[in-house]
């Protein structure tokens, strides 16, 4: 015990220092390459006080005010200089302005020559940076060897889908062909690393993409009957206006599958845990014990990969569903709302994904190891 405690006393302070690295050696890169056009990195030594906008009509949420601030510049052509400025903002804004931290000014030039500045928001970037290898350094720490294959897999799963998947999709591609390709590639990915047998490898592989594409039906189906057009967030719209040939149904559903690939490859990977294990036990177990072992397994694990999958969602649109309630929607209304049917939408089809991909897993488990075992030479 004494053992481990230095070992996570050490490692947290080896950790420490490497995020320390991190976080400035990203700073150094973003002041060295930031560039983008009116848009400067500042730090704010001295906050000189606020006055009231002459010339603003509105009130309330929208009121304008004036605030003045001592700050220096940290990149570009004035880094290192310090100026004092007067910035718009609105008087309810939540962006606090800090002394010490670091934000992003903008600076508006109009036709006569007068310019107009404004904090546009906190430069965050190394505390960013530095808060993803605090998460990695301490999954690698607690999960030793495991943690670093889980890290390995999500990597390379990501390098997959932004690499492959969203340029496919931008450059015209189907998106619900090229979403059942991604999370066959992306289940054959962490399954390499999680998975330490390698015959089990691709029975969660099939349970997965079998998964999603009864997800994909399901949302089809609902899309059809609901009449959902995709555009029901902000930025699918803007994405509309600027790209009006991609398929936005069509992306509506791969977002939903890519979103629940998580929970339908834990239970796909659960599944196919229980049932090589119980092979390793027993070589001679029969193919229907091995598939109700598989199903008994998958519907212990499916009560909470379903909660997981509908919290998630409901965490995400929770803004918004406080807002219609604010409104005073009743509820047949708030079940109307586009935006609603859009989360039910994504809840349903990623439950029928989990659902379906039980059966799909346990099936591939039941054919790939009866296969093995005959190859074995045991009777079926």
Same mark, same amino acid.
């Given at each position: ?178 979403? !059942?390709? *991604? %999370? &066959? @590639? #992306? ?11 390698? /015959? $089990? ?56 599958? !890519?979103? *629940? %690939? &998580? @929970? #339908? ?11 090589? /294990? $119980? ?61 609603? @049917? ?13 659902? $379906? ?24």
């Amino acid at each position: 015990m004494k053992r481990y405690g230095l070992y996570v006393l050490s490692s947290t302070v080896m950790l420490a220092l490497i995020v320390w690295a991190v976080s400035a050696g990203v700073d150094r890169l973003v002041m060295a390459r930031w560039q983008t056009g009116d848009s400067s990195i500042v730090v704010i030594e001295k906050v000189l006080g606020t006055r009231k906008d002459p010339d603003a009509s509105a009130v309330g949420a929208w009121e304008s005010e004036f605030a003045g601030l001592a700050v220096m510049y940290r990149n570009g052509a004035r880094e290192g200089e310090r100026r004092e400025i007067e910035i718009m903002r609105l008087v309810d804004s939540r962006l606090d302005l800090i002394p010490g931290r670091s934000y992003l000014l903008l600076e508006d030039r109009f036709d006569d020559g007068t310019v107009q500045y404004s904090i546009s928001d906190r430069y965050r970037i190394p505390d960013v940076a530095g808060f993803i290898v605090f998460a990695c350094g301490a999954l690698v720490v607690l999960a030793g060897r495991s943690g670093l294959k889980a890290l390995a897999g999500l990597f390379l799963s990501l390098i997959f889908l932004i690499g492959w998947l969203v340029p496919r999709i931008a450059s015209g591609g189907s998106p619900v062909p090229s979403a !059942i390709i *991604s %999370i &066959g @590639a #992306v289940s054959a990915i962490t399954c390499y690393f999680v998975i330490s047998k390698k /015959e $089990l490898r691709l029975i969660p592989v099939i349970g997965a993409v079998g998964g999603a594409a009864g997800a994909s039906l399901t949302g089809w189906a609902m899309v059809f009957l609901w009449q959902l057009t995709g555009l029901e967030s902000d930025s699918a719209a803007l994405l509309a206006s600027t790209s009006p040939g991609l398929p936005l149904k069509g992306l509506l559903l791969a977002a939903v599958m !890519i979103g *629940s %690939i &998580g @929970a #339908v490859l834990d239970v796909a990977v659960s599944v196919t845990s229980a049932m090589g /294990e $119980l092979y390793a036990y027993d070589p001679a177990i029969s193919p229907k014990r091995l598939w109700q072992a598989g199903i008994g397994v998958g519907k212990d694990v499916l009560g909470s990969m379903i909660n997981t999958l509908i919290l998630a969602y409901l965490g995400s649109s929770l803004p918004f569903v406080v807002l219609i309630a604010t409104e005073g929607a009743d509820f047949l209304g708030l079940l109307n709302d586009p935006h609603i @049917a859009q989360e039910i939408l994504r809840s349903v089809s990623g439950t029928v994904g989990l659902l $379906l991909a039980i059966p799909a897993t346990a099936a591939a488990g039941v054919w790939l190891i009866s296969a093995r075992r005959r190859k074995k030479g045991f009777a079926s």
